[in-house]
């Protein structure tokens, strides 16, 4: 059976973990011909079970290590310790287990809204999303290749600025910078808490590419994991419209590739920087 990707309302609804108690959840995952947990679904999973425990404020920040894989045909539970609440911020340490064994330790930032000194390094120079054509069809030339996967339909649709990860394994020279346009391909509710696990989903699938492309390796040929994962949400992203996400590969070392990730709205604005380490190879990390 050809696999197909997961559709946006299946992320989301497996976004909106079950509450069993005031600290405790239970987090359905995707499943996929693997069974392999993906890294951003679980770590937005994470990131609402932690807002959830913290009315009134919205996450700033999340940083994650990623223990041990799961398997995606079984859920995971989720216990939130309420570490801290003060007068502005909220901290919130995860746990992640599955059959008693950890899979995942997060640590979540949440805070009421400030107003203070508002600055940011500008947004750079790129074409406009519409001016771009979707990655299916950028790629349509690979479309036989590896059961349709570079072709398939996606949750997101995808914008790439430069050359998306299968047409940049064919050019002379890999480059440690990938630029893309994205936005998710149906209807998203105003939830601004729902907007930051959605971009944490999205980062945990495609910066990987950049520190992947790096190695000239494909995704799916290359085993692949992520190690940690960190984001710093700076303002509201609005799933309405565009994110640009400008990813940056400055260092492969010791089996570990480094991934930043700096995000814009279509107005120029910072939304959110995250980053990303991931070990590849051919044996268990």
């Known amino acids: 059976m050809t696999y197909r990707s997961p559709t946006l309302a299946e992320v989301i609804a497996t976004l909106e973990v079950e509450r069993r108690d005031d600290h405790h959840f239970v987090a359905t995952q995707l499943d996929n011909p693997a069974h392999h947990i993906v890294g951003g679904h679980i770590a937005g999973q994470a990131l609402m079970a932690a807002s959830r425990t913290a009315p009134g404020r ?101 914008r790439y600025v430069d050359a998306p990860p299968r047409l940049a394994l064919d050019l002379p020279e890999p480059s440690p910078r990938l630029r893309m346009w994205w936005r998710p391909t149906e209807h998203v509710p105003a939830d601004e808490v729902l907007h930051s ?17 790096m190695r ?49 709205n279509r107005a120029g604005q910072l939304v959110c920087i995250a980053t990303q380490e991931l070990y590849f190879g051919r044996g268990a990390r």
């Open 197 to 213: 696990c959605l971009l944490t989903y999205l980062s945990g699938t495609t910066m990987v590419e950049t520190a992947l492309g």
């Open 58 to 158: 919205t996450p700033h920040s999340v940083h994650v290590y990623y223990v041990r894989a799961g398997d995606a045909r079984y859920p995971v539970d989720l216990h939130v310790d309420p570490a801290r609440d003060g007068g502005t911020l909220s901290t919130r340490q995860v746990t992640a287990r599955q059959d008693g064994e950890i899979l995942l330790e997060a640590l979540v930032s949440l805070s009421e809204p400030v107003g203070s000194l508002d600055y940011q390094v500008a947004m750079p120079d790129v074409p406009d999303p519409d001016s771009l054509a979707p990655v299916q069809e950028q790629l349509a030339i690979y479309a036989d290749e590896l059961d349709g996967h570079w072709v398939r339909r996606q949750p997101f649709d995808l």
């Open 216 to 264: 000239r390796a494909t995704p799916v040929s290359t085993f692949n994991a992520l190690i940690d994962h960190a984001l710093w949400f700076h303002r509201p992203v609005d799933l309405s419209d565009w994110v640009l996400s400008d990813q940056v590969s400055p260092s492969g070392v010791a089996g570990r590739g480094l991934t930043t990730s700096t995000m814009y």
